[in-house]
């Protein structure tokens, strides 16, 4: 099966962060799912470790070449996940989330994510 992480799935994943859940650690793990982490959510990490409020120790690229080494693959934004974003009700109003939503519902692919207003789109959330 697929998944997409959720941005602090990725880093409470990446830290053995004790937040993650165990059922998302498990689906992270399981060797026979495969695991996405959009370039938004690399992108936001980015932002956030510049501005300080993110401390990535080791730099958003040794932190995403880290995630593929885990198996952890990384998917980019394209016009048909734009095309659903554009139609989003304002549930949620950070745009890094809503491109998350996009590509789950466009892509078809559950979200692995602790965010709650999540559940309020047509994606399928799970934690």
Request: net charge neutral; proline share 4%.
């Amino acid at each position: 099966m697929k998944y997409l992480l959720d941005t602090h799935a990725l880093i409470w994943y990446a830290n053995n962060d004790d937040q993650l859940s165990p059922s998302a650690l498990s689906l992270i793990t399981d060797p026979r799912n495969t695991c996405y982490i959009s370039i938004a959510s690399l992108w936001e990490m980015t932002i956030k470790s510049s501005l300080g409020k993110l401390d990535l120790k080791t730099g958003i690229g040794n932190f995403a070449m880290l995630a593929l080494q885990n198996g952890i693959r990384v998917t980019s934004i394209n016009i048909n996940h734009l095309e659903v974003y554009e139609t989003l009700p304002l549930h949620h109003k950070d745009p890094f989330d809503r491109i998350l939503i996009a590509q789950s519902i466009s892509d078809n692919i559950p979200l692995i994510s602790k965010d709650k207003i999540f559940k309020t789109y047509l994606s399928s959330v799970v934690w």
